[in-house]
C-alpha cells in the first residue's frame, strides 16, 4: 500500500504528523570525509521511538567528491555501508546531483552520479539487504536548455543519462 512521510527538521509535532497520515520521516545527513556512521544514530533513534520508519537522504561535500572522485564514491559507498548497519528504513544516496549548489560543476552528469549510486547500492545491501536504497532526486529544472552544461543539467535528460549508464540494477526506488 501506499505509506506518506515528509522531510523533517524534528520530531516537535508527532501527533500532528501522525495525524497528516505520516508514517514515514525523512531526516538529512551530511556526510564529511572521516565522519563516523554514528553521525545518523540519532535520526534512527527519534523516528523510531516515536513509532516512524525513518529514511535517511545522505549527501556528502562537493568539493571533497570534486578533488578525487573514484575514491570519494568509495568512500561514501563505505559511510553508506556502515549507516546501513544501524537499520535505517531506507537511504537516498545524495540530493539533487544535477546541479553544482549539490555536485562539482564540471562533473554533473547522470553517468557519474550513477557510478557513485552503484558503489552505495553495493555497500549498503552488503551491509544490510533490507534497508531501500533510493536514487538522489535531481532538482526539477528547465533551466539548462533541455541539455547538460558544466553548471547542471535539466532533470529529464539527467535521469535519461542515469537509465542510459544502467541505474535501474543499482536502486529500489528513483527519488523525485
Not at 11 to 26: I, L, V, Y
Not at 59 to 73: E, S
Not at 90 to 98: D, K, R, S
Not at 126 to 148: D, E, H, K, M, Q
Amino acid at each position: 500500500g501506499f505509506e506518506l512521510g515528509g522531510h523533517i527538521f524534528g520530531f516537535q509535532f508527532p501527533d500532528q504528523m501522525r495525524g497528516a497520515g505520516m508514517t514515514w520521516a525523512k531526516s538529512q545527513i551530511v556526510w564529511n570525509q572521516g565522519d563516523s556512521a554514528s553521525i545518523a544514530g540519532g535520526a534512527i533513534e527519534q523516528a523510531r521511538s516515536r513509532g516512524f520508519k525513518i529514511l535517511l537522504g545522505v549527501v556528502g561535500n562537493p568539493a571533497q567528491l570534486a578533488a578525487n572522485p573514484t575514491q570519494y564514491y568509495q568512500d561514501f559507498a563505505n559511510f553508506l555501508g556502515e549507516v546501513a548497519r544501524l537499520n535505517p528504513d531506507g537511504i537516498e544516496v545524495w540530493n539533487e546531483p544535477n546541479i553544482d549548489r549539490q555536485w562539482p560543476a564540471g562533473q554533473i552528469s547522470g553517468q557519474n552520479y550513477t557510478q557513485m549510486l552503484s558503489a552505495a547500492f553495493q555497500a549498503i545491501k552488503r551491509a544490510n539487504p533490507n534497508v531501500l536504497v533510493i536514487s538522489g532526486a535531481p532538482a526539477p529544472t528547465g533551466f539548462f536548455g533541455n541539455r547538460c552544461t558544466g553548471q547542471g543539467c535539466d532533470d529529464n535528460v539527467f535521469i535519461q543519462q542515469m537509465a542510459s549508464a544502467g541505474a535501474g540494477q543499482f536502486m529500489d526506488c528513483v527519488g523525485v
